[in-house]
């Protein structure tokens, strides 16, 4: 079946624009993460979703950024006045949350964000 | 605050020797361990994980690893390294309370035939 997918796979934007990044989770799969990994880092945890609503955001670095998933699938990124550290790769991965199990997380292949 | 450590940058490897990615982390309580590969253009992709029981955990593509509680360690093997083995390999703990997973910085393998 088809895994996770995200779009676009590359943006270019100019510092303090708006940009959006979107994620379509495995179906079926009713957790969502987000990730952002700089160049030479690991994935750095930003939000999860556990349905429609944000079950942990604590990773979002500032205000700028904010994350939406009205109907409980696919999910938007949205990054506010883009910075040039903000360039890096946002990964996306989704779950089954299933209660008492360990739900393994399948990543999708990131978008590729870089700010000029 | 819960960390995971890889100490190894980048490591060189021939085609059939084998290789040991080390890993080091820091959490309060018994952690769920995992190892991920990621290729150029590729999505993560989970090579094994440890929850609990046997320490010694198989996984995909020839893997295992060793979770040693007294190292606070989860180290990663493979007897045999094979030239398509060359990725990103990271280290990720996990919590009982919540999926999140924290990383550590990769270690990037390259293979030499």
């Known amino acids: 079946g088809a895994g996770v997918s995200q779009t676009p796979s590359n943006k270019v934007t100019e510092k303090g624009k708006y940009v959006e990044l979107r994620c379509d989770p495995i179906?079926?799969?009713?957790?969502l993460y987000w990730y952002r990994q700089s160049l030479g880092q690991g994935p750095e945890f930003l939000i999860y979703?556990?349905?429609?609503?944000?079950?942990?955001d604590s990773g979002l670095p500032n205000d700028r950024f904010f994350a939406v998933r009205p109907e409980g699938s696919v999910s938007t990124l949205k990054i506010q006045r883009t910075e040039r550290g903000d360039s890096a790769v946002y990964l996306c991965?989704?779950?089954?949350?299933?209660?008492?199990?360990?739900?393994?997380?399948?990543f999708g292949p990131g978008t590729r964000l870089t700010v000029l | 605050a819960q960390s995971v450590t890889q100490p190894d940058i980048h490591i060189t490897v021939s085609e059939g020797a084998s290789l040991e990615l080390r890993c080091n982390y820091s959490?309060?309580?018994?952690?769920?361990l995992f190892w991920y590969v990621q290729s150029p253009g590729q999505g993560l992709q989970l090579l094994l994980k440890?929850?609990?029981?046997?320490?010694l955990v198989q996984g995909i593509k020839g893997f295992e690893a060793e979770f040693k509680r007294s190292q606070s360690s989860f180290n990663l093997r493979k007897p045999s390294v094979h030239w398509s083995d060359a990725a990103e390999y990271f280290c990720?703990?996990?919590?009982?309370?919540?999926?999140?997973?924290?990383f550590g910085t990769g270690t990037r393998l390259q293979v030499f035939p």
């Open positions: 991965a989704s779950s089954l949350a299933l209660t008492g199990a360990y739900n393994e997380q399948f």
């Open positions: 179906s079926g799969h009713t957790a």
């Open positions: 979703f556990q349905g429609t609503g944000a079950a942990d």
């Open positions: 959490y309060g309580a018994t952690p769920y």
């Open positions: 440890y929850f609990s029981g046997d320490t």
């Open positions: 990720a703990v996990g919590s009982r309370n919540t999926d999140k997973l924290i």
